[in-house]
């Protein structure tokens, strides 16, 4: 009888190891997915999710684009006015100190969103602000402003302008 006991004893520890190593092995895939996606982050990537979250969102006329700056050793987003002139090497290089180095602290986004308005139609603030999420490639919505990822609370951006917004056509 304490021999079976002893058995199943060691069957269990053998099977919680295997579902340990097996628990392990998908959160490191997962890390590794994100930081794939970080790595091959492009321009092209940002502006197409930017348009499809647009779309979802029933927006023609497009959304601005804010990446994070730390100019002022405090994390807030810079809308992009030229993309061509926006250095994406440079944000990302950005997006790792801070992640990485606790570097430029601040509760803010690395890369948003925010849907232009309508003079006559406003946009509730749970799909206007949008992130760019590495873990699924694409932008999702803000659901608090206490949500990892939101639009800052303690620096203000620029207002999304029809000038600036990026759209399908």
Do not use: H
Not at 46 to 54: D, K, P, T
Not at 83 to 88: K, N, S, T
Not at 122 to 144: H, V
């Amino acid at each position: 009888m304490p021999r079976s006991i002893e058995t199943q004893l060691r069957r269990l520890v053998l099977g919680l190891g295997v579902l340990f190593v097996v628990l392990a092995s998908i959160e490191v895939a997962g890390q590794f997915s994100k930081y794939l996606k970080f790595r091959n982050l492009t321009k092209d990537d940002v502006v197409a999710g930017l348009i499809e979250y647009s779309k979802n969102e029933s927006r023609p006329d497009g959304a601005c684009l804010y990446v994070v700056e730390c100019s002022s050793g405090r994390a807030r987003l810079r809308m992009i006015k030229d993309l061509e002139l926006w250095d994406l090497e440079e944000t990302k290089t950005l997006i790792w100190r801070r992640r990485f180095e606790d570097f430029c602290p601040g509760r803010t986004t690395n890369i948003g969103l925010e849907l232009l308005e309508s003079e006559s139609e406003s946009i509730a603030d749970s799909s206007r602000l949008g992130r760019w999420s590495f873990g699924s490639g694409e932008f999702l919505r803000r659901l608090s402003r206490f949500q990892s990822g939101s639009f800052s609370q303690e620096a203000s951006w620029e207002k999304c302008a029809p000038e600036y917004a990026i759209s399908a056509g």
